[in-house]
């Protein structure tokens, strides 16, 4: 009993220290939001601001299109969101349900894929990009990852677990593969659909590198872009860097709020069987 207390203590221990550690950083850059740009220049640095200062967030909006950014941030993140969903559902379908010849070979160079560095495939992706003339538009930003290998594999996953009574019935009745799969197979799939969908607008929210290859001028940058704006040369407020970083949080920490348990429970769904 005592051993198993102690246990119990030990690992709520570390997942408290854990918690903190990871936790801290957010504090800072809340914390800092609100702070003057003395209070946040002090050293040693201070964890509280000593009222509430809204005068950085209007700065913020003030010196860059920050809704302009967010806006297209969402724009871009939706859209792939979307395109990951009805790419990843068809490819899954396919490779779950569907007989032919090397299926299994095919399925297996696909995941292969997914050991190949993204930074690999960045200079033929902008080459094509800008060959298509799609320079800073949401085409150039949304187009090459409309498909992934992992939603495919995640999906393709959750369509395994499917009854196979199910299927055969519905195929003994005379549905095709197109009424299976609109019918029953996505449906009965929503729990990855939230959790792919959930990992991917989170995801490509927070791109720096391609959108920063691929946009040039302020109307088509994105939050992560358009944040560093606020951190000059000479001197840099980081009280005001701050507050931006904030509102930047904002929607994706409200998404992952909402849907946090959707995505645990989705992403470890058949860990357990029976």
Same mark, same amino acid.
């Given at each position: 009993?005592?051993?198993?207390?102690? !246990?119990?203590?030990?690992?709520?221990?570390?997942?408290?220290?854990?918690?903190?550690?990871? %936790?801290?950083?957010?504090?800072?850059?809340?914390?800092?939001?609100?702070?003057?740009?003395?209070?946040?220049?002090?050293?040693?640095?201070?964890? %509280?601001?000593?009222?509430? *200062?809204?005068?950085?967030?209007?700065?913020?909006?003030?010196?860059?299109?920050?809704? !302009?950014?967010?806006?297209?941030?969402?724009?871009?993140?939706?859209? =792939?969101?979307?395109? *990951?969903?009805?790419?990843?559902?068809?490819?899954?379908?396919?490779?779950?349900?569907? !007989?032919?010849?090397? !299926?299994?070979?095919?399925?297996?160079?696909?995941?292969?894929?997914?050991?190949?560095?993204?930074?690999?495939?960045?200079?033929?992706?902008? /080459?094509?990009?800008?060959?298509?003339?799609?320079?800073?538009?949401?085409?150039?930003?949304?187009?090459?990852?409309?498909?992934?290998?992992?939603?495919?594999?995640?999906?393709?996953?959750?369509?395994? +677990?499917?009854?196979?009574?199910?299927?055969?019935?519905?195929?003994?009745?005379?549905?095709?593969?197109?009424?299976?799969?609109?019918?029953?197979?996505?449906?009965?799939?929503?729990?990855? /659909?939230?959790? /792919?969908?959930?990992?991917?607008?989170?995801?490509?929210?927070?791109?720096? /590198?391609?959108?920063?290859? =691929?946009?040039?001028?302020?109307?088509?940058?994105?939050? +992560?872009?358009?944040?560093?704006?606020? +951190?000059?040369?000479?001197?840099?407020?980081?009280?005001?860097?701050?507050?931006? =970083?904030?509102?930047?949080?904002?929607?994706?920490?409200?998404?992952?709020?909402?849907?946090?348990?959707?995505?645990?429970?989705?992403?470890?769904?058949?860990?357990?069987?029976?």
């Amino acid at each position: 009993m005592r051993q198993g207390l102690m !246990r119990t203590g030990i690992a709520y221990f570390f997942m408290i220290v854990a918690a903190v550690l990871i %936790l801290l950083p957010f504090w800072i850059a809340v914390s800092n939001s609100f702070m003057t740009e003395s209070e946040s220049a002090t050293y040693p640095p201070r964890f %509280l601001p000593s009222g509430i *200062n809204i005068d950085n967030f209007i700065t913020v909006m003030n010196n860059i299109p920050i809704i !302009r950014f967010i806006v297209n941030s969402f724009v871009t993140s939706s859209i =792939i969101t979307v395109g *990951n969903l009805i790419t990843s559902c068809m490819a899954a379908y396919a490779f779950a349900f569907l !007989r032919f010849p090397g !299926r299994k070979i095919l399925f297996g160079i696909f995941m292969a894929t997914m050991m190949i560095p993204w930074e690999v495939t960045v200079i033929p992706n902008y /080459l094509t990009v800008r060959s298509w003339g799609w320079l800073d538009s949401y085409q150039g930003l949304t187009v090459p990852f409309l498909a992934t290998a992992f939603g495919t594999f995640l999906m393709r996953q959750f369509f395994l +677990q499917l009854p196979k009574e199910l299927m055969e019935a519905a195929r003994i009745d005379g549905c095709g593969h197109i009424r299976i799969f609109a019918s029953l197979a996505v449906p009965l799939s929503m729990p990855g /659909l939230a959790t /792919l969908g959930i990992y991917s607008f989170l995801n490509h929210w927070n791109m720096y /590198l391609w959108p920063l290859l =691929i946009t040039n001028s302020e109307s088509m940058r994105t939050v +992560q872009i358009g944040i560093s704006m606020l +951190q000059f040369a000479d001197v840099t407020a980081w009280n005001v860097v701050m507050a931006g =970083i904030v509102l930047v949080m904002l929607p994706s920490l409200v998404l992952l709020a909402v849907g946090l348990g959707r995505l645990v429970g989705g992403l470890t769904a058949g860990a357990l069987k029976g």
